[in-house]
């Protein structure tokens, strides 16, 4: 039985409209899997337009990658394009691996036109849906795909088995080079060009012109179950999703479990997952898929187009003559909140959750956009001549470029950073009111870190600002899953708030939606040595600086101490 349903996952996923490797271990015991990624430039034609993109081993989206827990994976990345290149491996602990984390010039330099690097690591207590995707500049527009990790041979699914399974990777178009784009943004110090259109799985659908041949069609029989494992691979845009007459029951996201809930829509930032059963019990004929953006800043441009797929019961890549076109989905308002703040609310652990504590740091971080004064020689093209950045606790993250944060760490070279990112902001202010002070709008440049006890308990107040634009910002914290204990509106209130912690059982994530105008408050143990990367994962705004590092020091003896770097880690 086993394996014929890897059978039928195999042929499903390496038919006309996905293109995947995978990799299933056949026996209990871990397996090694080695893979070559090859980046290279791939002429690809979307929305009646053709042009060179930055692809892995020429696939858009790239390779699927499926192995079990407790699995090792090797991979070796070699550099044919023209650019600097890191790969990241999104949501995967890295234990005592940070070497292999992927964000340039944070725990590597990166692999340079020409180059080669192999990353190495296990994968220890995990299963679900993550994903990887290039951690260089733009480069993540193309470069991206699936990392699903399968229970243990002897284990099972906590819910019930589905017939099949899809990964659909949501991605980001743009009809010129996504590099270029972001280059003429840093250029002129105003925001970037938006995206053309969305995707899934590689193609836009046939709501946009010249794409009706290339909609991605998911087949199913009536009456089975199906997962789907969702991907927000966008690089600047959280994105809603729904399936006509379909309601999903979502069971785990970002590669954790939880207490299953129903749902007609699901809505997901940049970086995060969420895996949803389906039953096809409606009539047998064509359904959309359909993808559109949540904006929730004020008056700020963004791709207001939809993406398609098509689930089909009949198994039709093409319609037939005469077939009547599929049902399209109610989807939310671009700027329904309350729809978000709704779903968000619903994630919780299937059971009670053990929290770490005592709590030993208690952080507060503001997040959010600001402006840089223009100065002599520069052009700036934001608002009333100054230049679009943004900061954390009012520090815009300035990557260093002679040595990554990782190799000065380990190494005790000065200069690369200083260890001294503040445990609040400088300046307490009104965070979400509506005239906040210019005074407070320019934040300072600066590669700074905060340091942490191995095995110390962090209890982190994520506070979004109002400044320039409110907006919702997708947190991701690299090597870490971190437990969700609250979210709100408005300026975080220490004693008030407090009483609205779930410390029962908060969901377990990896990446967290601050709200617009609100707050979210995480907490983890930092039991992983390393330097650890905090950013938010709209791809503008870590390039603008919103972003800090964690260095968590060795603790005792060498399971709680960093792995010596690999010999082939590249050179700045």
């Known amino acids: 039985m086993e394996t014929d349903r890897r059978s039928s996952i195999a042929r499903l996923l390496s038919s ?51 192995v079990r827990d407790g699995d090792t994976l090797i991979v070796t990345v070699v550099n044919r394009v023209q650019y600097n290149v890191t790969v990241h491996w999104h949501g995967i602990r890295q234990i005592r691996t940070a070497w292999s984390d992927g964000p340039e010039f944070v725990t590597q330099c990166p692999v340079k036109p020409g180059g080669t690097f192999t990353y190495r690591f296990t994968i220890k207590d995990q299963e679900g849906t993550l994903w990887w995707h290039a951690h260089s500049s733009w480069l993540r527009a193309t470069v991206y795909g699936a990392l699903i990790i399968h229970p243990k041979e002897e284990n099972s699914f906590p819910f019930l088995q589905p017939k099949r399974e899809y990964p659909i990777l949501l991605g980001e178009w743009w009809d010129q080079n996504p590099i270029d784009v972001i280059h003429e943004a840093i250029r002129t110090g105003s925001s970037p060009t938006i995206s053309d259109a969305f995707t899934i799985n590689g193609q836009p659908g046939d709501l946009y012109n010249c794409s009706s041949k290339e909609i991605n069609t998911f ?40 207490k299953p809930f129903s749902t007609s829509v699901i809505m997901l930032a940049p970086g995060q997952t969420t895996d949803v059963l389906i039953t096809a019990n409606q009539p047998a004929t064509r359904y959309y898929i359909a993808a559109r953006a949540y904006s929730s800043a004020e008056s700020l441009p963004f791709d207001n187009t939809t993406a398609t797929a098509i689930l089909d019961y009949d198994c039709n890549c093409l319609p037939e003559p005469n077939q009547p076109p599929p049902a399209l989905p109610i989807l939310p308002a671009f700027n329904d909140t309350l729809t978000v703040a709704s779903f968000s609310a619903a994630f919780r652990s299937p059971t009670f959750v053990k929290l770490p504590g005592p709590v030993d740091e208690h952080l507060f971080f503001t997040v959010g956009l600001g402006l840089f004064d223009c100065l002599p020689g520069q052009i700036c093209g934001g608002p009333n001549q100054t230049r679009l950045t943004s900061s954390i606790n009012n520090y815009s993250f300035v990557l260093p470029s002679s040595l990554s944060i990782l190799q000065a760490h380990q190494l005790g070279v000065p200069g690369i950073f200083t260890p001294d990112f503040p445990a609040k902001p400088p300046v307490e202010f009104d965070y979400t009111g509506k005239n906040i002070g210019r005074e407070l709008w320019q934040p300072e440049p600066a590669t700074k870190v905060y340091k942490l006890k191995f095995g110390s308990v962090v209890e982190l107040v994520l506070q979004g600002t ?12 690299h090597g870490y899953n971190f437990y969700i204990l609250a979210e709100g509106y408005g300026n975080f209130d220490p004693v008030k708030d407090r009483e609205k912690f779930n410390l029962f ?36 705004h870590i390039t603008w600086g919103l972003a800090m590092a964690f260095v968590v020091e060795d603790g005792l003896g060498e399971l709680e101490a960093l792995e010596p770097p690999p010999v082939d880690l590249p050179l700045c």
């Open 16 to 66: 006309c409209f996905f293109l995947a490797f995978l990799v299933h271990s056949s026996n209990s015991k871990a397996e090694v899997h080695h893979h070559d990624f090859i980046i290279q430039e791939t002429p690809v034609k979307r929305l009646c337009k053709s042009h060179n993109i930055i692809t892995v081993n020429g696939q858009f989206p790239g390779p699927t990658i499926v």
């Open 219 to 258: 087949p199913v029989n009536p009456g089975e179950t199906v997962l789907l494992r969702v991907i927000n691979a966008a690089l600047n845009t959280e994105l809603f999703v729904s399936i006509a007459g379909h309601p999903m029951v979502v069971v785990a996201a970002d590669a954790s479990y939880i």
């Open 466 to 477: 109002n400044i320039v634009a409110a907006e919702n910002h997708p947190i991701h914290l």
């Open 505 to 540: 059982d908060p969901p377990l994530r990896n990446t967290v939606g601050v709200p617009v105008k609100g707050w979210a408050v995480i907490r983890f143990e930092a039991d992983n040595p390393g330097v650890w990367l905090l950013h938010c994962h709209l791809d503008v």
